[in-house]
């Protein structure tokens, strides 16, 4: 995909302007070598008493100053004020309202793509490191997605201040609930780009105190959007063709299209899940049916299915897939599918004990995990679990569970979908022990 940004360049020693953000000279003041990055992004360094101090915008092998804005006893939080000696990995950020730390939407811009490759890969080694200790395979990690302009969906944020002609619309700062002012974003889509200067232009002057707006592009070019919060209809209404919006919901109201056509066959409406980025999710969907394969005539039971991203391509490698999501289903349920719209919980809770048998689970969920339906699942006994983490600690709790259960992880493979930001993506399988593996999978 095109990047239209300016190319990276390594950086020289800068005064960091973070500086004007939080200028307070009576904080402590520190001066440390930075080691690592922890798993929310920051620069992980260690004080002259051996504290643990995290650095936000700090990379490894920086040498930098930081005020001291927080502490604990075991850690303190520190904010960056100068970089006496970069690091080799530090590039210039493209993104202002990153360098000047006023935009939380990213937290690596400052690092060059392998190391920010080599911090992801780190952070889930320590995450696993117990299961890694006992056997499980650390896979490399892959990074499919383009360093920009890879984000397809977007939530935007609005604030309108007391006596304003229009809302400020934007991202949250790091760490607050503070609007920053967006006008440009390099991580999105041109498409969400051109629909966020819509929105600046036509729709902040309509918008009441506070709200969001989730915003999908298709892959067309085609922008869907939905409003939370108090919005004029009438001036919502009139969004509907301009630049690339081709639809709008707000309350029970909507305009134009019902959604976009997210990749082809697949339907998706600004508030529905969807992978954030078009080439990431190509790369994760053929990750976990590469590891679910060969699943012909295989029984699958899919928790957490979002709008079928992984049921369709199990369902059409021939799989007779039972799949549970709490949101709505999709608008076409591909057929051999059991769409069972329960909370995972409830729907493992029918299953249990009416003679249900499946081959694999493949479970894909939120941030929190997949603690509360563990047990469940150790019921159902399936031979292999397919786990997509977005949290390596979530994921390195629930495999101890199911090692408890009798399972063995087996193998994780780290994947960087979301470049520029903290997150990363893991794809994981564990083996009941003892379990006669069919030659289907
Ligand atoms: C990380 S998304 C995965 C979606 C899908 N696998 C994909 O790739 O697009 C997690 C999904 O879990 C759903 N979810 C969250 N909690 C749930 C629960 N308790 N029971 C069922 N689904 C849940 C969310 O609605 C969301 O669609």
């Known amino acids: ?182 006008e440009r974003c390099p991580q999105i889509e041109d498409s969400l780009e051109q629909a966020l200067a819509v929105l600046r232009t036509d729709l902040a002057p309509a918008l009441g105190r506070r709200g969001e707006i989730l915003a999908v592009s298709g892959h067309r070019g085609d922008v869907h959007l939905s409003i939370h919060g108090n919005a004029d209809a009438g001036v919502v209404a009139n969004l509907v063709g301009r630049g690339p919006i081709t639809g709008v919901r707000l309350g029970k109201q909507r305009i134009g299209e019902q959604g976009v056509e997210l990749e082809p066959g697949a339907l998706g409406q600004a508030d529905d899940f969807a992978q954030a980025s078009r080439d990431g999710n190509v790369a994760l969907v053929r990750a976990v049916t590469g590891a679910a394969s060969p699943v012909s005539g295989s029984r699958v039971l899919e928790l957490y299915a979002g709008t079928g991203n992984f049921t369709r391509a199990l369902a059409s490698a021939g799989a007779e897939v039972v799949a549970v999501e709490r949101a709505r289903p999709p608008e076409l349920i591909p057929p051999g599918v059991d769409w069972r719209r329960l909370p995972a919980e409830r729907a493992l809770a029918d299953l249990v004990g009416t003679g249900h048998a499946f081959d694999l689970a493949v479970l894909d969920p939120p941030r929190t995990g997949a603690r509360e339906v563990v047990p469940a699942l150790l019921e159902l006994a399936p031979a292999r679990i397919l786990y997509v983490s977005c949290d390596p600690a979530t994921l390195a709790r629930d495999l101890d569970a199911l090692a408890e259960g009798g399972y063995e992880p087996t193998w994780a493979r780290p994947m960087d979908l979301m470049p520029q930001t903290a997150h990363v993506e893991i794809v994981a399988e564990a083996r009941r022990l003892g379990a006669e593996l069919s030659p289907r999978g």
């Open 1 to 182: 995909m095109a990047q239209s940004i300016a190319p990276l360049a390594r950086a020289a020693p800068l005064a960091y302007d973070a500086r004007a953000v939080t200028d307070d000279r009576t904080r402590p003041q520190v001066e440390i070598q930075i080691d690592s990055i922890a798993a929310g992004g920051e620069g992980v360094g260690r004080d002259d008493d051996g504290r643990v101090t995290f650095v936000s915008h700090a990379a490894p092998g920086d040498r930098v100053r930081a005020d001291v804005v927080r502490e604990h006893r075991r850690y303190a939080r520190a904010e960056l004020t100068e970089v006496t000696q970069p690091s080799a990995v530090r590039v210039e950020p493209p993104c202002p309202l990153f360098a000047n730390a006023t935009c939380g939407g990213c937290q690596l811009q400052h690092l060059d793509a392998g190391a920010q490759a080599e911090a992801k890969a780190a952070i889930v080694a320590g995450a696993l490191r117990r299961h890694v200790a006992q056997g499980m395979e650390l896979r490399p990690i892959q990074t499919p997605v383009s360093p920009y302009r890879w984000r397809r969906r977007a939530r935007f944020h609005w604030f309108r201040p007391r006596g304003a002609k229009g809302a400020i619309i934007g991202f949250f700062a790091p760490r607050t609930h503070r609007v920053t002012d967006v």
